[in-house]
């Protein structure tokens, strides 16, 4: 049919077509779409950030101490940690976000998806803020605590101050003292295992070189029981205990003695100050996994909000957990590995020249 002069229809297929108009529900409905992906955009965007303050301040974790202890040079750092964050972030990243971090904010906020839309993209922006206010003042924080935070602070305004888990919190601020403490005597105990068994003994070299096996396989194992325990990746193949402490122990043993035969081939233990020539090499490998854990455990802080605004403007649907696509990792991987590139020597420099003199022996226990 064909419709009478003078009065106008909606044309479905060229709706602008002159004589027709939109419908109402069609321009809602425009409106919304136009909305949603306005939304996706900006959570693009402000993910894109957040991935890159996280490579600019977080890459301190890893490199900070075999730079300031000369083990490696600044440029040689910016571009190893680049690539292995790359690689933690896109294929051992957690492939789950989960749509109220940490479980800091109550559940009965997320009533309404549109409330919780805008809640992210505010934490997110938050915490990139700070995170770039950090970095440019060369201050080491927490990219994990700022997310936390910021998540607080939309807690409060969306629902008031008990919408907060107060009680996490307060694990949360634990944390913040009980991490140091730990590592203070953690670092203290392993220099003071390496000048009592190592540098306080004649023929230093040669004892560092016998030893190594032992220092090698301490962290072998660590790392070994961290990455099946903390990265996404190592809990997805559910190991028993009892299988993950085995798989570090043999994993271990067998590191240390390659690593061993390794180091006599290259005559570390006859350079001058032979020690920490072995020293500098486990301190390097030590970095290279944090560098690979970090992009993997951090990745999600980042790309986290991003996967719940994608899903839910793909979907209309929103849950608790959402699934996170291989190319939103390799996005966050790729805004990790760019902000270590361009800012990672800021916070660097500051962990590794201005807290505390460091040579290969004590960068071996702090990054231990």
Known sequence: MTAARGMSSYDPVNPTREGFSRSPATLRYGRHMSADWSILVIGYALGFYMAWNIGANDV????????????????????????LNFLGAAFIGSHVAETIRKGIVSPELMSDPRL????????????ALWVSFATYKSLPVSTTHSIVGAMVGYGIVAGGFWAVNWAKMGSVVASWIVSPLFAIVISYLMFKLIVRLVLSQPGSGVRALTLSPLFVGFSVFVMILSFLWKTPLGKTLTISPFLAVSLSLLMAYMVGTICRRI????????????????????????????????????????????????????????????????????????????????????VMLTMGEKITQLTNTRGFSVDF
């Not at 301190?60 to 690539?83: D, E, H, Y």
């Open 60 to 83: 301190a974790n890893a490199m900070a101490s075999p730079v300031g202890a000369k083990a490696i040079t600044m440029r040689q750092a910016l571009v190893i940690a680049g690539l």
């Open 116 to 127: 919780a839309l805008i809640g992210a993209l505010s934490a997110l922006l938050a915490a």
């Open 263 to 346: 180091f006599q081939h290259m005559k570390l233990h006859k350079e001058e100050d032979g020690a920490e020539g072995v020293f500098r090499y486990i301190q390097v490998g030590t970095a290279c996994y944090v560098a690979l854990a970090q992009g993997a455990n951090d990745v999600a802080n980042a790309i986290g909000p991003l996967a719940v605004i994608y899903f839910f403007v793909k979907t209309g649907a929103f849950q608790d957990k959402v699934p996170i696509p291989i190319f939103l990792l390799i996005f966050g991987g790729i805004g990790i590995a760019a902000g270590i590139a361009m800012a990672g020597s800021r």
